[in-house]
């Protein structure tokens, strides 16, 4: 609850220009390639309020998940709107093969809906005590290449795996909490505690983790989205206003930051080497590039 207070308590209304002001300049391999928002009370035109996380479809277009107005916007991928549909408290937001799903906080369900925002499947409730079939804070979702699903639990400590149809497979990942992206035959997750990233088999088998709490280049304080495309894993270092590239074995790669960043909350790719963050407290969507031969500046 506390998130949707703050996100409304820094709202304000009216439309920012579509496609951005000037663009960052390259920032050690992840450049900005433009940055809007469009916001407004629920039930306007163009609405985000308390933006949370983000992905893209095949055709490029951008989903948002609005927290704090329970819709989920699409967009094209320079902002323009496109339309909205309604989610149950919409947290976590993955797209893919004609589907959405949103991991839905206040309802403890996993939702599924058509792109067009028709409500296909939901399953879950919510259980302290860990039933396979529920949950008590469901936060971050993706789907793999096999159209398995996986949903971080932020109090229990765990991701489950479902199959496309939403059976429950397996749990796994003690201390998982936030940000889950499963992509190349691995399952990269956010471990707020530790302040890592732990990398798991799509079975579940812990294979690693890179990372830490710190203030250095592949450190965190608050890792939270977490998205894998190409070679690269991006995580937002939320406290730290930052995103970082990793290559797919954790070795750090490059990070951009920018004045405007308050609270980095989601984070999605393309299949165009791009990455979408979203930032909670100013409903930003930025977009960068990502040249992978580039390396650190610092």
């Given at each position: 609850?506390?998130?949707?207070?703050?996100?409304?308590?820094?709202?304000?209304?009216?439309?920012?220009?579509?496609?951005?002001?000037?663009?960052?300049?390259?920032?050690?391999?992840?450049?900005?390639?433009?940055?809007?928002?469009?916001?407004?009370?629920?039930?306007?035109?163009?609405?985000?309020?308390?933006?949370?996380?983000?992905?893209?479809?095949?055709?490029?277009?951008?989903y948002v998940s609005a927290?704090?107005?329970?819709?989920?916007?699409?967009?094209?991928?320079?902002?323009?709107?496109?339309?909205?549909?309604?989610?149950?408290?919409?947290?976590?937001?993955?797209?893919?093969?004609?589907?959405?799903?949103?991991?839905?906080?206040?309802?403890?369900?996993?939702?599924?809906?058509?792109?067009?925002?028709?409500?296909?499947?939901?399953?879950?409730?919510?259980?302290?005590?860990?039933?396979?079939?529920?949950?008590?804070?469901?936060?971050?979702?993706?789907?793999?290449?096999?159209?398995?699903?996986?949903?971080?639990?932020?109090?229990?400590?765990?991701?489950?795996?479902?199959?496309?149809?939403?059976?429950?497979?397996?749990?796994?990942?003690?201390?998982?909490?936030?940000?889950?992206?499963?992509?190349?035959?691995?399952?990269?997750?956010?471990?707020?505690?530790?302040?890592?990233?732990?990398?798991?088999?799509?079975?579940?088998?812990?294979?690693?983790?890179?990372?830490?709490?710190?203030?250095?280049?592949?450190?965190?304080?608050?890792?939270?989205?977490?998205?894998?495309?190409?070679?690269?894993?991006?995580?937002?270092?939320?406290?730290?206003?930052?995103?970082?590239?990793?290559?797919?074995?954790?070795?750090?790669?490059?990070?951009?930051?920018?004045?405007?960043?308050?609270?980095?909350?989601?984070?999605?790719?393309?299949?165009?080497?791009?990455?979408?963050?979203?930032?909670q407290f100013t409903n930003?969507?930025?977009?960068?590039?990502?040249?992978?031969?580039?390396?650190?500046?610092?």
């Amino acid at each position: 609850m506390w998130a949707i207070v703050a996100a409304v308590a820094v709202l304000a209304f009216g439309a920012v220009a579509v496609g951005g002001g000037a663009a960052a300049a390259p920032t050690c391999g992840l450049s900005q390639l433009g940055q809007w928002d469009q916001w407004g009370e629920p039930g306007f035109e163009q609405p985000i309020v308390g933006a949370i996380d983000v992905d893209v479809d095949i055709r490029g277009n951008v989903y948002v998940s609005a927290e704090a107005d329970w819709m989920i916007h699409v967009f094209t991928r320079e902002g323009s709107y496109i339309r909205s549909f309604d989610a149950d408290s919409p947290h976590g937001l993955a797209v893919d093969r004609g589907r959405v799903y949103n991991a839905s906080w206040g309802t403890q369900k996993v939702q599924v809906f058509s792109t067009a925002g028709d409500l296909l499947l939901e399953w879950g409730d919510w259980d302290e005590d860990g039933s396979p079939m529920s949950f008590v804070l469901p936060l971050f979702i993706d789907v793999d290449v096999r159209g398995f699903i996986y949903v971080t639990d932020a109090i229990l400590g765990q991701v489950r795996m479902f199959t496309p149809d939403g059976e429950w497979v397996r749990t796994f990942g003690a201390g998982a909490s936030n940000g889950v992206a499963a992509h190349a035959g691995k399952v990269y997750v956010a471990n707020a505690e530790a302040q890592r990233i732990d990398v798991f088999t799509t079975s579940g088998v812990f294979l690693t983790s890179f990372g830490g709490p710190g203030d250095g280049d592949g450190e965190f304080s608050d890792p939270r989205g977490v998205a894998a495309g190409g070679g690269s894993v991006y995580v937002t270092d939320t406290d730290q206003r930052r995103v970082q590239a990793f290559s797919l074995n954790g070795t750090y790669r490059s990070q951009a930051t920018d004045s405007d960043f308050l609270r980095l909350d989601g984070a999605g790719t393309d299949g165009r080497g791009n990455v979408y963050i979203t930032d909670q407290f100013t409903n930003l969507v930025t977009w960068f590039g990502d040249t992978p031969g580039r390396r650190s500046c610092s």
